[in-house]
């Protein structure tokens, strides 16, 4: 089955710098890459998502860029605010399963 | 705020005990999941419902039992659980199954299930 792999685990930054977080993925038949955040007590909430025709996509502060030939994919948060801590959860999917990678905690120092 | 709404938000629950977690979507989808995360570990895919029928079961041990009444509803009943059973529960939606490509997985905030 498809394996993502997540790094780093933990990220901490200074207010108003910018956050990365990579993922690979070994399934080359994967085809939708979304980026999850959960906050404390909440579920998993889609933040952007990419398909595998599109290489880079930009939703305000936040941006994901996509290497299929490489197999991975990375989520950009530029301009980081506290509000912007939470546990981040890159995922590959093939059909009906996202396979998740195992999470980056950040942080954002004020 | 979400719009997949679970009740109740919170469940404590000895292993003798019969009860159960509830889901309802508005969104017209027509794919229902249910989910276990542990703490600090990404969600772990249980069971999918398209079109009100199970369609995917990833080999969950028969003490949890799903259910789908219509459309919008999903349950997840629970009998004779175990501490290691405790988590938070999720359930998710999507336009259709095996279409994530075109149709995002949206979240409720789950449930907290604490097994006493």
């Known amino acids: 089955g498809e394996n993502v792999e997540q790094h780093p685990s933990t990220l901490s930054v200074q207010e108003g710098d910018s956050a990365v977080i990579k993922c690979t993925y070994s399934?080359?038949?994967?085809?939708?890459f979304p980026w999850y955040k959960q906050e404390l007590g909440k579920g998993p909430q889609l933040i952007i998502d990419?398909?595998?025709?599109?290489g880079e996509k930009k939703d305000q502060r936040i941006a994901v860029t996509l290497n299929k030939t490489a197999k991975h994919f990375s989520l950009h948060i530029t301009e980081t605010q506290p509000e912007d801590s939470a546990v981040y959860f890159c995922?590959?999917?093939?059909?009906?399963?996202?396979?998740f990678g195992a999470g980056t905690t950040v942080t954002v120092r004020a | 705020d979400t719009e997949v709404t679970q009740t109740p938000k919170h469940l404590v629950m000895g292993m003798t005990n019969k009860k159960s977690l509830k889901c309802e979507q508005h969104?017209?989808?027509?794919?229902m999941y249910w989910y276990k995360q542990k703490a600090k570990k990404p969600p772990e895919l249980m069971f999918v419902?398209?079109?009100?029928?199970?369609?995917i079961n990833e080999s969950v041990p028969s003490r949890f039992s799903p259910e789908c009444p219509n459309s919008s509803l999903l349950n997840l009943h629970l009998h004779a659980l175990q501490p290691e059973d405790s988590a938070l529960y999720l359930c998710?939606?999507?336009?259709?199954?095996?279409?994530?490509?075109?149709?995002?997985?949206?979240f409720g905030n789950g449930t907290r299930l604490t097994v006493t």
């Open positions: 419902y398209s079109y009100e029928k199970l369609s």
């Open positions: 998710a939606s999507s336009k259709g199954q095996g279409d994530s490509y075109n149709s995002p997985l949206h």
């Open positions: 990419i398909r595998s025709n599109v």
């Open positions: 995922a590959a999917s093939i059909h009906y399963k996202l396979s």
């Open positions: 969104m017209g989808h027509r794919a």
């Open positions: 399934d080359s038949a994967s085809n939708y």
